[in-house]
């Protein structure tokens, strides 16, 4: 059994917990969080306060990080990686290899292993980046995201005021994925790849055509696409549009020979963004664990992980299996 | 730069000389064959009889091999693997432990590497599988193949009294594609899969509605599908079904939370299956002389090789790049 603790309880944490349930070889040691959460779903699972990770280390073999990318993983990630195993989704990207090389430094003075930036993008999207363009050298990769809410647009929409509550969605150009599919080489830009769709509930007396204008100019996180803006009330807010679906494409066209085009294509349609990451924290989890007992101290990422690390069976039975 | 012999000139061949040219670590030193060839296509490179390949062994890094599964790998991949770094494309799936088992024992004995049963499937379908059943445990994992040309029951069609020519498009379904993408679990027989599309040139005075029964009936190959079959001739043949495009979908559907339905999918549609899979072994080649030069001696496939090994780029430079 291969003994895990989750180190923080919002919607991964809770994902992280759903997820062990599912893996016959993982058992969920304690939930440790700054706050009491109320609601643990396991049976006998324990909650403890953060603190108390170090005194539970004999019984601990990897903690699965479910702090966010902002403020927590850049400080939890080494300090955890000091006595433990760990697997975190720190995901800002201009940041990662600076990330990697503080946890990696911890990791190697410890005789520990930390695998970061894992989940679907960065994660499972970076894999099929690095299979499809080091197999069709001569190609293009482009990534759609969606449909799905982005936290970081909702909040920037919640942040305005006269807005009291807001979920945006990012919505891929199908069009365009149909194209490229077909085998189209096509020079896109920001905006022909994605739209950005907003539901936004505001208080009284908000002038919305005003409010509409501040949304679609706002920089980095509007200005550059076709926005749409709707109003609704917090009812209709809470009832449809509070859940966290999302998805992704990342597709490949290459080229062999003069008209041979080749597309490679991996897409993921999720009904919960935060539980499927979560499962693929836990498959990492275990990679984590394999890599630590075979003494490969040190930061890892999904590029440098064999993929036969992941799976609980041994790999006699799934080269029987899947090959 | 990474010296390659070719050994076996057909399609699969000619696809990995084409291959190299667009890989710029890598070198041609020559193609081996039983045949003398024509018509190489890469200027300088040399041809070789089969067995001059021994008194070249010291210009030599890796030998890809492209012959077919039937005869010629089982008996050249373990004979070449005493000498030579190897990559084959073995697929007859039920012989794969076997063949891995006599390769590995070689390649132990005689401290090199060889990459065994690459390719698209087994390869990267399998691959596919095995991350998406890892992260999923869950779910059920369903493969389609197509549209495209499968050899295999072309040559069925061409070994029936009085068929001249003969091509066969495999079909998959593309509404039960299209209902698993949307989550929906379904339990599939053979027949709800793929349909069979065949193109024949008869001799004069052959009873066609004969033979279409005597196709549609046949065992293992047509019997368990809807088959359709066209009479046509020689010159339409030719000039309209003597490509090789093919491709393929492996489509996961799992749950992590009762309504919480994730769907994971790869898809690959080619215009030439012999180039892209030539492609595929040649990434693979790299990733057999990296793992030799880390003395990883022995049998490998695609499931036991981390990602980062098929990229001529550094690991820190893909880190940057694609996570």
Known sequence: MINVAIIGYGNLGRGVERSIKQNSDMNLVGVFSRRQPVDVQTDGAKVYIMDDVLKMKDQIDVCILCGGSATDLPEQTPALTADFNTVDSFDTHALIPEHFANVDQVAKKNNTVSVISTGWDPGLFSLNRLYA????PQGETTTFWGKGVSQGHSDALRRIPGVIDATQYTIPNEEVITRLKAGERLSLTTRDKHFRQCFVVVADGVD??????????????????????????QEELNANHKKMPHGGTVIHTGTTHENSHQVIEYSLKLDSNPEFTASVLVAYARACVKLAKEGKYGAHTVLDIAPSYLSPKPVEELRAELL
Chains 1, 2 share one sequence.
Do not use: C, R
Not at 133 to 136: A, D, G, N, T, V
Not at 209 to 231: G, H
């Open 133 to 136: 363009q080091s197999i069709l």
């Open 208 to 233: 919305k055509d005003q409010l509409t204008a501040t949304i679609t100019t706002m920089p980095n996180y509007f200005a550059d696409y076709e926005t749409e803006v709707n109003f609704i009330s």
